[in-house]
């Protein structure tokens, strides 16, 4: 939005963020729900949340029904906050994915599978690792998921055994 220079505003579909100073979100917000109310849409309380690495005014009046968080967000998929919330919201995405990747052999067809793998899985995890910085408990779950992943590989395509460690 041109007339709120200092705001930033990350949108993926029907998902926008505002990032910037909180008087200058604030303005930007009013500005927002003008612009969509123009065309007959309105914003979901229920599905924002406020948040600064500074904590938030006691003062601050915001919406009705908008969530605050303290502990930080995520805004497309990348972790937002102090790094306690980003190594945590990074693990348990691995955690996640790990438990569903168990369910993968399940479905009957390997074409599915695979497509599941390459499009879904690998794609949500590598971005994550791209936005976060490493930590051991994330290196940690990245090694459990990847070799994980090599077993259902390696009896998806039925290679055998992948090499995965260097010889001694």
Do not use: N
């Amino acid at each position: 939005m041109p007339q709120h220079p200092d705001c930033i505003f990350p949108s993926y579909a029907d998902d926008t963020h505002i990032v910037g100073l909180v008087d200058q979100v604030l303005l930007a917000l009013h500005t927002l729900q003008d612009q969509l109310a123009s065309v007959g849409l309105t914003i979901q309380p229920a599905k924002c949340t406020a948040w600064s690495p500074h904590g938030l005014p006691p003062s601050l009046s915001l919406p009705k029904g908008f969530r605050v968080s303290t502990t930080g967000l995520c805004i497309l998929g990348a972790p937002l906050g102090p790094d306690s919330f980003v190594q945590t919201y990074a693990v348990k995405t691995f955690q996640e994915a790990l438990q569903s990747l168990h369910d993968l052999p399940l479905l009957a067809d390997p074409q599915v599978t695979f497509g599941l793998l390459v499009h879904c899985f690998a794609r949500r995890l590598l971005y994550l690792l791209r936005t976060t910085a490493p930590s051991p408990a994330l290196l940690a779950a990245y090694g459990d998921f990847y070799r994980a992943l090599l077993a259902i590989l390696e009896a998806l395509l039925e290679t055998g055994p992948f090499l995965l460690q260097r010889d001694a």
